[in-house]
């Protein structure tokens, strides 16, 4: 045998598959645990050799930046090994996540509970964008809760390196609801800001305990946005009009957003400001967040371990299923991945989950087991 | 007076060990911690995978007929390297075809040489597991360009020769693909030049820099960032192009090395290393030489990993029988834990169940 | 303040009366006291206040000032405020006599100062007195049970405070007393500063039930109004349905009727199971704000890793001359700007790639690394080794 077979039998011994708790198109996921300390796992499964194009590239996303990034609030990935030509990741397990809580009628959220979140929620991607990574997909359900109570980001599939100058990247990342204007405008030339506005609508939901930006298509997106925050002018956001799929949508008016969140401190609502600024470059970043005055007011950030957890027992840990090959027909070395097929598919129909959010990237592990 | 000195002596320790628990970002990076080699350790590596392999193939030779090996001139851990150099000068060529981005040329290059870490040349050889590492490179670094318009610019490849790679390739690499690359270290360098106050403009012209990145590029020829750290080599590949600036800049980092030396005086025998070794094998082999070490290759191939050949129709179908064995007493199993009542039986111990476990999963695909 | 007002009423040519030209002036005109009680007001913010946080002042329709005499019926909006000696008397006599500074008290000669009058919460002012005594002594002696080692210690120091309050209100000992105060101020200070923050942090807890329930309440009335409305509507479709049944279908009439009846009891007995989850979240609450005492929270700590990024080896600069990155900073177009790039993003990549293990010194010999000797790295040894 190989020695690189070899050292891989060494690992798949590492850990047990006990129970299969979801599976997707692409990916299953398995309830395991480490063989030597019994310690509980997820192990995700990732069919692989089924592309034309070999490797998918969420795939390959998810492994290179979990490898390198070890961080409290960002999940370990704990080995990784094949098992004929699958690929087999092994992550920490964890209960639950931002948009089961969020959904939990029978929760109350105090706001020191949302202080902490925010809190857990810009450590992890202040500790991402150290390491030069722009995740590029964050919202409530990539937010994954451990049993302890910490938060960790999830999801790196869409993952990438800041660009070096002049290199395009992809607009097509990122949900509609949390995705930020200059991307909706088609901008290929972004940065560290479009996750902060990410992080705003998710502080903002976890306020309303509603998705606050709930836009139906791309252009209705944009709509939704210039509703609730006003339509930018050009002395807001200079050179808007310039990016390449910029198109009027209308005028709306500015309303403070007192009038949404009634309940809100200010230095609440100042912060909440910062992450949704129309220009980028004025967007707070991540380190600068965690120093706003927000986080040191009193109420103190809740104890991770007295945050809201689930009521039920139901959710074993749903993992993502990794799926969505990234579309690389696609000529030249720049970027292109056109649309991926589940942000579309992910966003087609919000309406039709009972009042829910349109649930297509989940696996759906909340059935009980007999 | 004694013990007053003692005490001051541990809060001091207290303090500098509170600030050294502070690791630094590099070394949770895959590469500090999974493919940085000393310089004889490299050499062992690769020696006694190449005696490993040997033996292997020797032995395939004699079951298939004995007595045919011993004719066979094999080839050793300096000649294996030697053609990695040669398919390693076939990248920066296909990225210019491609005019694919210099990370993408860098970490295919890096790919390739660590999959010889791990693997053979004459298991594998090196033109497809080049072809592949390129490619995967690609998907890696944010490039991804189709499979198909890949392979059809390239004479003589079909998507065949590298998808059946991938898998192998990406396992030899411990799925470890972030790369730091020197050309980066070396731009760095260079735009933090600017901040020394008394090196203007023209003390620093940018025929400098590019001679640099020459000696960056021909480091990928060598095991330089095997052994050393990207910073490293790119100052080091700066001080071959002006020693007096490579030094400037160093001095002023040396506030922050721990000892109160200069950095240079630190670094002297690293630099002085990876400098050597960048004008000594900082550039492709000579063709003639690579020539015989192919020809030789042809002979000693591993049979049982050339496709289609006797050895490897022979070992698929031994695989494919242990599967079918596998597949049928899985079933059984389930079978008898059905009428026991039981999914796992009760009476298995857990390794047993782990074992279990371990051979569904390499079946349910 | 009441100079200005009469300031103004020179320039406006107004008459000024006699008894508003100085305040000082023992039977101040009513036209002036309005000015004097919003300063007052400004000035006192004490008084006793309720478990709200609202002050309750009394008031009574006989009141009268000690002082001036003036009294409710010649004045409906006389205010007295009481001395920290609890001594009576009107606003304007308070600013008469305090203005200019600290001055005794017309009826005990305590020097006193303006700021040291108090609304009046109770009738009585032994009451008033006691109540501001135990107000001040529970700001110091705020220690609690589980501050002490025994219950016995715990019943010694109550009594303690219990001594020291009774001499303050009966003014018996007051130097000696005020001496014991000093002392277990000054022995407790860091304690006492503890548990102080421990009683706001709980009053604050207290507060955001209380804001949440009112939130809870609000919700649940919309979600009632929602409700009734959503009914109203179906009551209505159901209406039309079984007319629009009863025009199309052959079934008989009586059938069609029981058939939608049936269905719309369904959807609302699913909407008062709703409701049961929506009432439940009080109680919820609560639980959540009795456990919030029992682990504490901890003030913010921005970041909480231990990784080091060499921040201070370099400095990242606001520009750099970089041919690299030219027709980017340049950008013609302003997408750059809009879309959000930062160079300084890529800049400081490379900065950090520059300093980044540059003191990390070749391994020598055959020692491996030294993280693999961290078993979760096992299969590097065994693949290296092999």
Redesign the interface.
């Known amino acids: 045998m ?3 077979e ?3 039998t ?4 590492r850990w ?3 129970q299969k708790v979801g599976e997707g198109t692409y990916a299953v996921v398995y309830r395991g645990r480490e ?1 030597a300390t019994g310690r509980k796992v997820a192990i995700k ?1 990732i ?3 089924q592309f ?4 998918d ?1 969420s795939a ?2 998810e ?3 979990l ?6 609030n960002v999940i370990e990935l ?1 080995d ?1 090994f ?7 990741l092994v992550l920490e397990f964890l209960d639950s996540d931002l948009e089961k809580i969020i959904k939990d ?4 959220f ?3 509970d949302i ?1 902490a979140w925010m ?1 857990m929620t810009f ?1 992890g991607l ?2 991402c964008h ?3 990574v722009l995740h590029r997909d964050l919202k409530p359900n990539n937010l994954l809760i451990a049993s302890d109570g910490q938060l960790k980001i999830a999801d790196f599939g869409l993952a ?8 395009k990247m992809t607009c097509q990342v990122i949900t509609r609801w949390y995705r930020p204007p ?1 991307l909706l ?1 088609g ?8 996750d902060i506005w990410s992080v705003g609508c998710i502080f903002a939901e976890l306020m309303l305990r509603t998705p606050y930006l709930p836009g139906e298509t791309d252009m209705d997106q944009l709509k939704t946005i210039f509703r609730a925050l006003g339509t930018p002018t050009e002395e807001d ?4 009009t ?3 799929d910029y198109v009027p949508v209308g005028q709306f008016p500015r309303t403070p957003l007192r009038d949404l969140f009634t ?1 809100a401190t200010t230095d609440t609502l100042n912060l909440l400001s910062k992450c949704l600024i129309y ?3 004025k ?1 707070i970043g991540a ?1 600068e967040a ?2 706003h005055a927000y ?2 007011a ?6 991770p ?2 945050l ?1 957890k689930l009521s039920n027992n139901t959710s074993s840990r749903p993992l993502d299923e990794v799926d969505g090959n ?1 579309d ?10 056109s649309a991926p097929n589940r942000l579309k598919r992910k966003l087609s129909s919000p309406g039709d989950e009972l009042g829910g959010r349109p649930l297509a990237r989940r696996l759906d592990f909340t059935q009980k087991r007999s | 007076m004694a013990a007053e000195n003692s005490t001051k002596a541990t809060s001091a320790e207290a303090g500098s060990s509170s600030l050294g628990k502070k690791k630094p970002l590099y070394e949770a990076s895959t590469q500090y911690k999974n493919w940085r080699y000393s310089p004889e350790r490299l050499e062992d590596v690769r020696t006694q995978l190449n005696a490993a392999a040997v033996a292997v193939i020797r032995n395939t030779f004699e079951a298939d007929e004995p007595g045919s090996s011993s004719g066979v001139a094999f080839l050793d851990a300096g000649e294996e390297q030697l053609l990695v150099k040669l398919y390693i000068s076939k990248i920066p060529q296909l990225c210019g075809h491609f005019r694919f981005p210099e990370e993408v040329e860098a970490t295919a290059i890096s790919y390739l040489k660590r999959f010889y870490l791990k693997n053979t040349v004459m298991d594998w050889h090196p033109k497809n597991v080049m072809l592949t590492a390129l490619f995967l490179a690609t998907k890696t670094t944010n490039n991804p360009i189709s499979l198909e318009a890949y392979t059809s610019n390239i004479p003589k490849t079909s998507p065949s020769d590298v998808l059946d790679l991938e898998f192998l390739v990406a396992q030899s690499l411990g799925f470890e693909f972030a790369v730091w690359h020197a050309h980066r270290a070396l731009w760095g360098i260079w735009l933090d030049l600017q901040s020394l106050p008394d090196l203007s403009a023209d003390l620093r012209p940018q025929d400098v820099y590019e001679i640099a990145l020459k000696h960056v590029r021909a480091s990928r020829f060598t095991d330089a960032e095997l052994i050393y750290t990207p910073s490293q080599i790119a100052l080091a590949c700066l001080s071959i192009a002006s020693p007096l600036i490579c030094q400037r800049w160093a001095d002023s980092k040396s506030a922050v090395s721990p000892s109160s030396q200069p950095l240079s005086e630190v670094l002297e025998d690293t630099l002085g290393a990876i400098k050597f070794m960048v004008m000594q094998a900082g550039q492709p082999p000579d063709v003639e030489s690579v020539r015989e070490v192919d020809r030789r290759l042809k002979l000693c191939k591993n049979p049982e990993k050339v496709v289609g050949s006797k050895a490897y129709l022979a070992r698929i179908a031994e695989d494919e029988h242990r599967a079918e064995q596998k597949r049928n007493k899985k079933a059984n199993d389930v079978r008898r834990a059905l009428a026991e009542g039981d999914p796992f039986g009760s009476e298995l111990t857990d390794k047993e169940k782990a074992e279990r476990l371990a051979e569904l999963d390499e079946d349910d695909d | 303040m009441a100079n200005r007002t009469n300031v103004g009423g020179w320039l406006q040519g107004k008459t000024v009366r006699k008894g508003g030209i100085t305040s000082t002036n023992a039977h101040s005109t009513r036209s002036n006291t309005p000015q004097v009680q919003s300063t007052s007001t400004t000035v006192f913010g004490g008084g006793v206040k309720d478990s709200s946080g609202r002050t309750s002042e009394y008031f009574s329709m006989d009141d009268q000032c000690p002082v001036c005499k003036s009294d409710r019926y010649l004045n409906p909006k006389l205010r007295l405020l009481v001395s920290s000696c609890y001594h009576k008397m009107c606003e304007s006599c308070i600013d008469r006599l305090f203005t200019l500074g600290p001055a005794p008290c017309p009826i005990c000669q305590k020097v006193l100062r303006k700021l040291a009058f108090t609304p009046q919460t109770f009738e009585d002012l032994t009451v008033e007195k006691e109540v501001a005594v135990r107000r001040r002594i529970a700001k110091e002696f705020n220690k609690r049970r589980d501050d002490f080692q025994d219950l016995r210690a715990y019943n010694d120091y109550l009594e303690e405070v219990e001594d020291l309050t009774f001499n303050l209100i009966n003014d018996i000992d007051v130097p000696q007393t005020e001496a014991r105060i000093a002392a277990h101020r000054a022995e407790n200070a860091a304690l006492i500063e503890r548990n102080v923050q421990r009683d706001e942090q709980y009053a604050h807890a207290l507060k955001e039930q209380e804001e949440i329930e009112r939130q809870e309440r609000e919700q649940r009335a919309s979600e009632a109004r929602r409700e009734e409305e959503m009914e109203r509507e179906e009551r209505e479709k159901g209406r039309r349905e079984i007319i629009d049944r009863l025009e199309t279908s052959s079934k008989n009439a009586a059938k069609v009727i029981a058939k939608s009846r049936a269905e719309a009891n369904k959807r609302s007995s699913a909407r008062t199971a709703a409701d049961t989850v929506l009432k439940s979240n009080a109680q919820l609450l609560r639980s959540r704000a009795a456990q919030s005492t029992v682990v504490p929270d901890v003030p913010h700590v921005p970041l909480q890793d231990d990784w080091y990024a060499y921040e201070d080896i370099y400095t990242l600069m606001s520009s750099y001359e970089d041919p690299y990155s030219e027709a980017v900073r340049k950008d013609r177009e302003g997408i750059m700007r809009a879309g959000g790039y930062r160079v300084e993003e890529a800049w400081e990549r490379a900065l950090r790639s520059a300093v980044m293990g540059l003191d990390l010194l070749p391994l020598v010999g055959q020692g491996i690394s030294d993280v693999d000797k961290d078993p979760s790295s096992q299969p590097d040894v065994v693949m290296a080794a092999a």
Not at chain 1, 82 to 88: A, E, G, P, R, V
Not at chain 1, 237 to 240: A, E, I, L, R, Y
């Open positions: 190989d020695a690189v070899r050292a891989n060494e690992r798949q011994k047990v598959k006990d063989f499964k069919k692989v050799g034309k194009d070999g490797l590239m390959i996303r492994v290179k930046y490898r390198e990034l070890h961080h409290q704990l990784v094949s098992s004929k030509t699958n690929l087999n009628r029978t929760l109350v105090l706001p020191a202080k809190a450590r202040e500790f150290r390491n030069f990438r390196d800041f660009t070096d100058p002049g290199h200059e405008f901008s290929r030339y972004y940065s560290t800001a479009v956001w200079p050179g808007h310039k990016l390449p309940a220009e980028p470059r967007r380190k965690l120093h986080f040191f009193l109420p103190y950030p809740s104890h371990s007295k809201p990234v690389m027909n696609a000529s030249g070395p720049g970027v292109k991945a």
